[in-house]
Nanobody
Framework: QAQLVESGGGLVQPGGSLRLSCTAS????????MGWYRQAPGREREWVAR???????NYADSVKGRFTISRDNAKNTVYLQMNSLKPEDTAVYYC?????????????WGQGTQVTVSA
């Protein structure tokens, strides 16, 4: 079975930067899309960014120009570089990945990492 583990969250001042990482491990045959979502208190989970195995990238309008998604396929890892952070970026950030493993083709989610943007 595959699993995703995130790291890199924390407290940062407005205008600051953070880099999130998410690594997939387990009995993985291949990984297609990898992406990031976030959920702020009292709000529904929203999509942030995605990147296909072939390198196609999409961003939510709210983060375009400030966030950068990248991935290292050799390490089964996706990153989210977040610059010019705003208080409204405060949320729990989750990575997800469409993984083919011994269990078949399934979307996996990480456990989430807290990002707090505050002075």
């Amino acid at each position: 079975q595959a699993q995703l583990v995130e790291s890199g969250g924390g407290l940062v001042q407005p205008g600051g930067s953070l880099r999130l990482s998410c690594t997939a491990s387990g009995s993985i045959f291949s990984i297609n899309d990898m992406g990031w979502y976030r959920q702020a208190p009292g709000r529904e989970r929203e999509w942030v960014a995605r990147m296909t195995a072939g390198g196609i990238i999409n961003y939510a309008d709210s983060v375009k120009g400030r966030f950068t998604i990248s991935r290292d396929n050799a390490k089964n890892t996706v990153y989210l570089q977040m610059n010019s952070l705003k208080p409204e970026d405060t949320a729990v950030y989750y990575c997800n990945a469409f993984i083919e493993s011994m269990e078949g083709r399934t979307i996996y989610w990480g456990q989430g990492t807290q990002v707090t943007v505050s002075a």
